[in-house]
């Protein structure tokens, strides 16, 4: 690795105890110890870059994204595994052919079906979407080790967790023009960070209770991931909220599963339960293969969206509400207007 400090290359005996050899400088994170491979000058570039060089503040959970996406590309399995145990399978059972022994022959068909299981595991992406390293370790993992060494996190980014959502557009009692529902508490944070939820007076809630015991019946724009449990979100919420108007401003999993450049991912162990996709398919609203993506428990989270792409999304669905509340407020909803990125647009994809 490149030291991030002299910028010499270092081979592992030339940095015990995350110390360059040469300057005597110590770093964070060395990618022979970490799964996601992660070194300081990686961390560096890439948080320059969903901060947009510092002209946003994004939240560590996003940039936990922006560096795992290449890693969501592949697969654990791989045709080297397959390589490895076929030939030997097959010079073990010439061998025992040869010498017409049962013993080496039962070995040889041993060594050839888990070879063939690589290959069918490999070819069908059995193990491809699990992150290196989940969104629940990043902080532990990964952020402990550079707050220890350079005393917080890097420039541009703040930890959700440890940030209360502040700058929503004012309290309950106060003056505004919508509502937005949000279950993901980093993406709260990293909206209120940014101060749009103030300047276009829309309060930002994390649940039903909470938006039931507002007063008023300004609109609930609700912002979700995209997967089985986002797409029932929206549907129970206009369930629960019958008499307001709720906005989906979440990426369709439609969108997901036809765009090439999106990266989605599972968590190990989490699929949809059968009574929540026998909901999903019931409401005929989905294809068999968007179906089947989202009972394999594929999903999209909004902190995988890139940064600037989230708060123009905000930015059009805020602009409508205040436009529709307030007719001087026209102009605002024509400032930043973007839709969802298309299949072409380098906006669809992320940083890597």
Known sequence: MICP??????LQKERTGNTCSHCGRTYALDPKTNSLRLHDLRVRRVAAKVTEDGSIV???????????????????????????????????GCFGLG???????????????????????????????FP?????????QAMRHWRSRYGGLPPGIIDAARTPVGGTGGSAASPHVAVLLCPDHAVRVFLAASGLPGRFGVLLADDLDTVRALPGHEPVIVLRDADAWGELYVRDVRAAL??????????PVRSVVTRAR?????????????????RLADSGDFTARELKWMGRGWRFPLVALPPARLLAVFTR?????????????????DLGFMTWPGPDSPAAGGPG
């Open 242 to 251: 019958e008499r307001r108007r709720v906005v989906d401003a979440g990426l």
């Open 99 to 129: 010498f017409g022994n049962s013993l080496v022959l039962a070995v040889a068909a041993g060594l050839l079906l888990v070879g063939a299981g690589f290959t069918v595991a490999w070819a069908a992406g059995v193990d491809r979407g």
């Open 5 to 10: 400090h002299c910028a010499k290359n270092l």
């Open 58 to 92: 994004v939240t560590s959970d996003q940039l936990w994204y922006a560096l795992s996406r290449s890693r969501l590309r592949k697969a654990d399995f791989t045709p080297g595994c397959a390589g490895a145990t076929l030939p030997l399978g097959v010079f073990i």
């Open 317 to 333: 669905v805020a602009g409508q509400a205040a436009a529709a509340a307030d007719p001087e407020h026209a102009r605002a909803s």
């Open 132 to 140: 290196a390293m989940p969104r629940a370790v990043f902080e532990s």
């Open 262 to 278: 999106a990266v989605p991912y599972r968590d190990r162990g989490t699929v949809p339960e059968p009574r929540t996709m026998a």
